[in-house]
């Protein structure tokens, strides 16, 4: 079963979109990079790139992502892959060590809120 993404639609007088938890599962529903939380991390920030593009957005317009761990080995060097994505313009974080996500395998979740360009 493929993963959904989702994103909760803002606007005028209302919140800006929320890209909910996301893991790194694959259009088939299988985890990617397992035991490897760098990997996992960079396949998520793939699948925020797309849903981004397809609300008319970009990396540039993520202003606040929160990380779900599960370990904290060799999570120093997702630094290194969010820069990647961000380049030198990080938005706000907070990493929150957690006991375990509903994804088994998975090492880390992030989910993130953007502020997305006013359509004309």
């Known amino acids: 079963m493929a993963e959904p993404l989702h994103v ?3 606007g005028a ?3 800006p979109p929320l890209i909910s938890g996301t893991t790194a ?3 088939r529903g299988q985890l990617v990079g397992p ?3 760098v990997a996992q991390t960079r396949y998520i920030f793939q699948k925020f790139g797309r849903l981004l593009r397809a609300a008319g957005g970009g990396f540039e317009h993520i202003v606040e992502t929160t990380d779900y761990v599960t370990t ?3 999570y120093a060097r997702t630094a290194a892959v ?3 994505f961000f380049g ?3 938005p706000t ?3 929150v060590i957690v006991a375990g996500l509903l994804r088994e395998g998975a090492l880390i979740e992030i989910s993130a809120v953007a502020v997305l360009p006013d359509k004309a």
């Open 72 to 74: 904290t080995e060799n």
């Open 93 to 95: 974080a907070t990493g």
């Open 13 to 15: 007088g209302r919140q």
């Open 35 to 37: 035991g490897d939380i």
């Open 88 to 90: 030198d313009r990080f």
């Open 25 to 27: 599962g694959d259009e």
């Open 82 to 84: 969010r820069r990647e």
């Open 8 to 10: 909760l639609a803002g």
